[in-house]
T-cell receptor, first 115, second 115 residues
Framework: KNQVEQSPQSLIILEGKNCTLQ??????????LRWYKQDTGRGPVSLTI?????NTKSNGRYTATLDADTKQSSLHITASQLSDSASYIC??????????????FGTGTRLQVTL | ETGVTQTPRHLVMGMTNKKSLKCEQH?????MYWYKQSAKKPLELMFV???????ENNSVPSRFSPECPNSSHLFLHLHTLQPEDSALYLC??????????????FGPGTRLTVL
């Protein structure tokens, strides 16, 4: 069964500090992996997308890495800001042409950035 | 703003009520989706429409009835719901039904509470 597991479930950090969120998946064969940011009371917004041939992708202070061999991805946030407080969701797509039902979502990591 | 709007943002209804959720996308996309997001659970895909045709019904109970009159509008009709149906209902759209690197754009969601 395809699964996406994220850790930690929640995280509290001080403003200005860095943090790394983890995503492990069992989806196979694999096509691409996305990280979404979901603010409280809002819908998810795409941050990065990586295909199986990419190792890293940056979007401002967000850097995602991918190891397709170990089926692991991480999202690194640099110099955190209060506005980074949100849930971060890892979404994995299999390497088949199909419908959206084949997307596998993680439960997310809830990040809180404090003063 | 992601170009996907949802109304209402909050809805409280009794188990015998009938209500409808509305979604509109201004992105010129051809595919639209309904998701259910419950606390501490991954997003659950409910329905997919591609070019106004329903292509996916992910074993959703019949008390949820979708309608897609055109590629820009999507409705979710609700009747005789159960308290466990309380959740955040998210609408999303993409250029076409998911293929490869196509990104889904989410609306802000409707927070539904069933009493």
């Amino acid at each position: 069964k395809n699964q996406v597991e994220q850790s930690p479930q929640s995280l509290i950090i001080l403003e200005g500090k860095n943090c790394t969120l983890q995503c492990n998946y069992t989806v196979s064969p694999f096509s691409n992996l996305r990280w979404y940011k979901q603010d409280t009371g809002r819908g998810p917004v795409s941050l990065t997308i990586m295909t199986f041939s990419e190792n890293t992708k940056s979007n401002g202070r967000y850097t995602a890495t991918l190891d397709a061999d170990t089926k692991q991805s991480s999202l690194h946030i640099t110099a955190s800001q209060l506005s980074d407080s949100a849930s971060y969701i890892c979404v994995v797509s299999p390497r088949i042409t199909g419908t959206a039902s084949k997307l596998t979502f993680g439960t997310g990591t809830r990040l809180q950035v404090t003063l | 703003e992601t170009g996907v709007t949802q109304t209402p943002r909050h809805l409280v209804m009794g188990m015998t009520n009938k209500k409808s959720l509305k979604c509109e996308q201004h992105l010129g996309h051809n595919a639209m989706y309904w998701y259910k997001q419950s606390a501490k659970k991954p997003l659950e895909l409910m329905f997919v429409y591609n070019f106004k045709e329903q292509t996916e019904n992910n074993s959703v109970p019949s008390r949820f009835s979708p309608e897609c009159p055109n590629s820009s509008h999507l409705f979710l009709h609700l009747h005789t719901l159960q308290p466990e149906d309380s959740a955040l209902y998210l609408c999303a759209s993409s250029q076409d039904e998911w293929e490869g690197t196509d990104t889904q754009y989410f609306g802000p969601g409707t927070r539904l509470t069933v009493l």
